[in-house]
């Protein structure tokens, strides 16, 4: 018999992900362990194996297998929880014996515990995680042309010679002749691939274009932002997918680790690093356009003065500290604009104040 508590299962699992078997735990609300064994980590598997169980509250990390097994199990009708391993990890797993044995019965205990000491995190969906690969492959395609390029310089270098100052996109073409012709042989076939990483870098900005105006049109109101892009706008949306999942627009920039860590104690407070928490690639790409928005060409307006203030402070690595706020500043700003529909003005917050006074 199925059991009839929708809410709150009686019978808690532990899933262990694995590259190819995962271990599994069984465990009743007693926390007596009725079922221990291993499954193949397929979908063929995983729902051979989940089916035969009664509804179970399921309990895994998240990993690179985690999106598309819990959607199998959800399927197999389990309520599925996918743990923060962040936060697990630190509180619950043991760090002295660890295995996937030990991990399994772990995650089956805290199936019984509510889900907030889990930390749940929500998958996007599979049409956003597709439009979401376009980014970071773009991405790759970056640090391996950065890599390349990195090289070439290197080894020129170390025969005395300088290759001239160019952009990225330039490289391969403005430096071929200036490549000393007994370095010809080894460096010119990387001129070539760096050339053809190139060609396609500029095939996925114009999809990042036609994704930004086709299918998420919502990015035009983010990209009136200086130093806003089709591709900030866009890895914003994806990876964030539903603005109604944040409660307040402040808690996106802890939700990307654009939050300083903590650890005071009595009077002290010291000055930490943020978090990192999140997504790395849209973090590092807001921090890009808070060097914009601080840089010589940046326009004046209430990002730009807010940042400016706090390197007009000072001290250790004031200019930093100064663009990693108005990143998060800016996180803020952009969940804001689009879970409002609200259209940006560059100098809201001094408008404000002035009609506060």
């Known amino acids: 018999m199925k059991n009839s508590n929708t809410n709150r299962p009686q019978l808690s699992i532990g899933l262990d992900l694995g590259d190819k078997r995962s271990r599994f735990c069984l465990m009743s609300d007693t926390e007596e362990i009725l079922v221990e064994n291993s499954v193949a980590t397929t979908k063929i598997a995983m729902s051979r194996v989940f089916s035969k169980f009664e509804r179970a509250r399921v309990v895994i990390e998240a990993s690179t297998h985690s999106a598309w097994v819990s959607q199998a199990i959800e399927d197999s009708g389990h309520e599925v929880i996918v743990a923060n391993p962040r936060e697990v990890g630190r509180k619950y797993l043991s760090k002295t014996k660890k295995n996937d044995k030990t991990d399994a019965r772990t995650l089956a205990h805290l199936g019984h515990v509510s889900e907030f000491f889990l930390s749940p995190i929500k998958h996007r969906s599979r049409s956003c995680q597709v439009d979401l690969t376009l980014i970071r492959a773009r991405d790759a395609l970056m640090k391996t042309r950065t890599l390349l390029i990195n090289h070439v310089r290197s080894t020129v270098k170390i025969f005395g010679e300088r290759l001239p100052s160019c952009t990225a996109d330039a490289f391969a073409r403005k430096v071929l002749p200036d490549i000393p012709s007994d370095l010809a042989e080894p460096l010119v076939p990387l001129l070539k691939q760096i050339g053809g990483i190139t060609q396609q870098i500029k095939e996925f900005n114009k999809k990042v274009e036609e994704l930004c105006e086709t299918k998420y049109p919502e990015t035009e109101t ?109 996180s803020v700003l952009l969940h804001k604009l689009w879970s409002t529909g609200q259209v940006y003005e560059p100098f809201h917050s001094t408008t404000q104040r002035k009609k506060a006074s």
């Open 222 to 330: 983010l990209r009136r932002i200086p130093g806003v892009g089709p591709l900030t706008s866009l890895a914003f949306v994806l990876t964030l997918e539903d603005p109604k999942r944040f409660r307040k627009s402040r808690q996106v920039g802890a939700f990307l680790g654009l939050v300083p860590r903590q650890h005071d104690s009595g009077d002290v407070a010291p000055q930490l690093r943020i978090t990192k928490a999140g997504n790395e690639h849209l973090r590092r790409l807001l921090v890009s356009a808070g060097q914009y928005i601080l840089g010589h060409f940046g326009e004046d307006c209430d990002l730009r003065r807010f940042g400016e203030r706090i390197s007009a402070r000072g001290g250790k690595a004031a200019k930093k500290r100064a663009v990693v706020a108005v990143a998060r500043k800016l």
